[in-house]
Every structure is written in structure tokens, then in C-alpha cells.
């Protein structure tokens, strides 16, 4: 009889995890939803799951290796084969967590020269960097998991577009968010 009731003890509290676990990445889903900038969504969620103080999202450049933006990028851009693109691989980070990897396609014709400047020369993130274009952002897609541009422990993957206020895509971008992100605050 004690077997049995410490199995369902452990049962208990394995479906306990799971549905905090599921309340978690509901609430931060919904922290990014709630945000066109997935920047501003990513500090808000350090600042709740309290991840690092101060709540500072930075990114760390990750290897190009020679990426060339294929057509399909190119079309959803809005820009011919002899625009010139720039591209950033990074990993957003807060504090010392990493919280999710970037594939970012833009178009520095349609940012200031300051904006593309800091984009070139620093570690601020791309939504803070052109925040003054007031952007918004069009989902493409949201999956659960990975998809081939992620690595194979991302929890959750969105692709989206971002627009000037013209409705000009400034940018296009793969987002892999990382299982830290799940983490909950504490000891």
C-alpha cells in the first residue's frame, strides 16, 4: 500500500510540473505576443522570471560563415538581387542567460546611418537599434521545437517580418528561443 500511495504522489507532482511548466510558456508566449519588438518582450521576461539584474538584454554576435540571402528572403523583403543586405546571427542575451538566437536579414537602405552604424559596431540588439521607426511586426510563424535554422534544444521558433510605418519591411527574422527561458525565478 505505501508503494502505492508514493506512486501517486509522484504522479501528482509530475502533473503539477507539467502544468506549471504549460502556464510558463503560456505567460511567456504571451509576453511576446504582447510586444512588437521580441527585444522589449525578452526584457520584460528577464525582469518577471527575474533572470539578471539589471534586466539588460545585449547580444552576442554568433558566425555568419558566408550567408547569402536567398530569394524567397529577398521577395519578402521587397528589394531586388542588387539591394544590399545585412545580416546578423546573434544570440540575445540577459545577464550572462542566453534567451534566444537570431537570424536577422535587413535593409539598411530603408534604416538612418546611425541605426545602421550601431547595428554594425556594438552589441545593441536590432529592435532597440531602429525602435525609433516605430516598427511593427508581422508573424509569419510560430512552432513548437526547432526548426532547421535553430538549434536542437530551442523550445519555441518564430519567423516574422518587421515594417516601417510605410509598410516597408525593414527586416526579416528567424527568432529560436531557448529552454532558459522556462526557467522559474528562484533558488
Known amino acids: 500500500m505505501t508503494r502505492l500511495m508514493m506512486a501517486a504522489a509522484c504522479l ?3 502533473c503539477a510540473c507539467a502544468v506549471t511548466d504549460d502556464r510558463l510558456r503560456s505567460r511567456f508566449e504571451a509576453t511576446l505576443a504582447a510586444d512588437e519588438s521580441a527585444t522589449a ?3 520584460q521576461w528577464c525582469t518577471r522570471q527575474d533572470i539578471a539584474t539589471p534586466a539588460l538584454i545585449t547580444v552576442d554576435h554568433l558566425p555568419t560563415d558566408g550567408a547569402t ?3 524567397d528572403i529577398r521577395r519578402m523583403l ?3 538581387a542588387e539591394e544590399p543586405l545585412g545580416y ?3 544570440a540575445l542575451v540577459c545577464g550572462s542567460t542566453t534567451l534566444s538566437v537570431a537570424h536577422n536579414w535587413y535593409v539598411p537602405g530603408r534604416l538612418t ?3 545602421n552604424e550601431v547595428l554594425q559596431t ?3 540588439p536590432f529592435g532597440r537599434a531602429v525602435a525609433d521607426l516605430d516598427f511593427t511586426r508581422e508573424r509569419l510563424e510560430s512552432v513548437e521545437g526547432p526548426t532547421a535554422d535553430c538549434p536542437a534544444d530551442t523550445i519555441l521558433t518564430h519567423r516574422a517580418i518587421l515594417r516601417r510605418r510605410d509598410a516597408k519591411p525593414i527586416s526579416t527574422v528567424i527568432e529560436c ?3 532558459a527561458n522556462l526557467r522559474t525565478a528562484g533558488p
Do not use: G
Open 88 to 90: 546578423r546571427h546573434v
Open 177 to 179: 528561443y531557448t529552454p
Open 113 to 115: 546611418a546611425d541605426m
Open 78 to 80: 521587397e528589394v531586388d
Open 41 to 43: 518582450a525578452l526584457k
Open 69 to 71: 540571402a536567398s530569394a
Open 122 to 124: 556594438t552589441n545593441t
Open 12 to 14: 501528482v507532482a509530475l
